[in-house]
């Protein structure tokens, strides 16, 4: 559990910003504080003279100003984080957090923090109490003044998360962006085999996890790898995104030789599994389309009577659709050189997203033309960028369903969804075609 915190701390190279300019602003401190003696610089002239006492005062107050303004800051953020999450949806607060602009001022406060404290406590040292040059100060004032534009210019972006595209725009970039690099580097050089299945004998033995949470992932390579250490063959039935109770059964081990198997190996296997006490978005990607059919639903609702943001909410589904058409979904079956399942994990298809996507806002939508149309556009995308025929037959399917709705609409309504009917004629020649694969034009 260590290491793999530790592991997480290291993917997460902000952490160690901060503690870089922390170290690298108090370097900088402690060799400026010992500097006594200065020559007339053509920008900021000669150094502050004082004695270090003087110094350390002004250095205070320097160090409470930045706090203070830090402070102001920080409040004036977080009605912007309550704003998205009261209008939208509240799982976008993690996903903010860690798109803030601000996230990008904050290691210039702590470059200029570290510089401060440690000039501070050098200068407590210092026994000489005469009024010298002291360019520490000087350099104190210019880090302060740095930290300070940049603060403003990132409030400035802040404000741009107040727009709806925006907001929509980063959970598309933030979580599939994450998924497909984190779901390719977890598959690369990995036997796989989609059409394999794995036999399960009624002596199967249960997989239990041994505490509660959600699983966040399953390390495919670390199952497979103790899967062949105990021999044995092993299937994970939960999917990611699931919550877990404590000893609640996660999947199943066929040992190769029945009645024959090493009591760790249940333990080993278990360590694969990853649990957190919340979703994590970065191979999820369920959880970032059901931030998006939030922000729909919440537009469709009878208190909002939004149908445009709940359009432009489906347009951003539409595009996380096409590109997890190009990922590996369904199940991950890893082979041996015979051919025979060695590890097996259950994973949602692109008919379960496409089914996840549009149920909430079909219902919402009381057959508003708006959000049937952009239905249809995505049942277009999905069966173009399908390459199994469940999957794009689950696109016909919608488009069935989304013209019986637009039936059921009384006259004047439905003269409205005549441009709904003429995309919908122009959805079914395009499978009755079956064009070219947008995945084969890219």
Not at 20 to 25: E, N, P
Not at 80 to 93: C, E, H, T
Not at 370 to 376: A, G, I, R
Request: aromatic letters at 6%.
């Amino acid at each position: 559990m260590v290491a793999r915190r530790l592991r997480r701390l290291i993917r997460d190279p902000y952490w160690l910003l901060l503690l870089a300019a922390l170290v690298i602003g108090g370097m900088l401190g402690l060799e400026l504080s010992r500097i006594q003696s200065d020559s007339a610089s053509p920008f900021f002239g000669q150094a502050w003279r004082g004695d270090p006492s003087e110094t350390r005062s002004v250095l205070t107050a320097l160090f409470g100003l930045q706090i203070t303004v830090l402070t102001v800051v920080l409040s004036l953020n977080a009605p912007v984080i309550q704003s998205a999450a009261n209008q939208y949806s509240p799982r976008l607060v993690p996903l903010y957090l860690k798109s803030a602009p601000l996230r990008r001022a904050i290691p210039l406060f702590c470059l200029s923090s570290g510089f401060i404290l440690v000039s501070v406590r050098e200068l407590g040292l210092i026994a000489d109490e005469a009024v010298r040059p002291r360019p520490v100060l000087s350099g104190a004032f210019i880090l302060v003044l740095c930290a300070l534009v940049a603060l403003s210019l990132c409030m400035i972006r802040t404000f741009r998360y107040m727009r709806v595209e925006r907001v929509l725009g980063l959970v598309q970039d933030l979580v599939v962006s994450a998924a497909e690099r984190r779901i390719r580097a977890r598959l690369s050089r990995l036997p796989l085999d989609p059409t394999a299945t794995l036999t399960l004998p009624p002596e199967s033995i249960a997989l239990m996890v041994p505490s509660s949470g959600y699983l966040t992932e399953v390390d495919l390579r670390r199952l497979t790898r103790l899967a062949r250490k105990w021999s044995v063959r092993t299937r994970i039935d939960a999917l990611v995104g699931d919550y877990l109770d404590a000893g609640s059964v996660v999947g199943w081990v066929v040992p190769e030789a029945p009645g024959h198997m090493d009591p760790r190996a249940m333990h080993g296997l278990g360590s694969a599994l990853i649990l957190t006490p919340a979703r994590e978005p970065d191979c999820d990607p369920a959880l970032g389309i059901r931030i998006l059919v939030d922000v729909a639903n919440r537009a469709l609702s009878s208190s909002a009577n939004d149908a445009y943001t709940a359009r432009q909410a489906l347009q951003q589904v539409r595009s996380v659709l096409r590109r997890l058409g190009h990922l590996p979904l369904g199940d991950w079956n890893v082979v041996d050189s015979d051919g025979q399942v060695r590890a097996s994990v259950a994973g949602m298809r692109l008919r379960d997203y496409l089914f996840l996507a549009v149920d909430g806002p079909l219902h919402h939508a009381m057959g508003n033309p708006e959000v049937l149309e952009e239905v249809l556009q995505i049942a277009l995308a999905v069966g173009l960028t399908a390459e199994d025929e469940e999957d794009r037959g689950a696109a016909q399917a919608l488009v069935t369903r989304v013209l019986s709705e637009a039936a059921t609409q009384e006259p004047p309504a439905r003269e409205r969804l005549h441009r709904l009917l003429t995309e919908a004629r122009r959805v079914r020649a395009s499978y009755a075609l079956d064009p070219p694969r947008w995945d084969d034009a890219h």
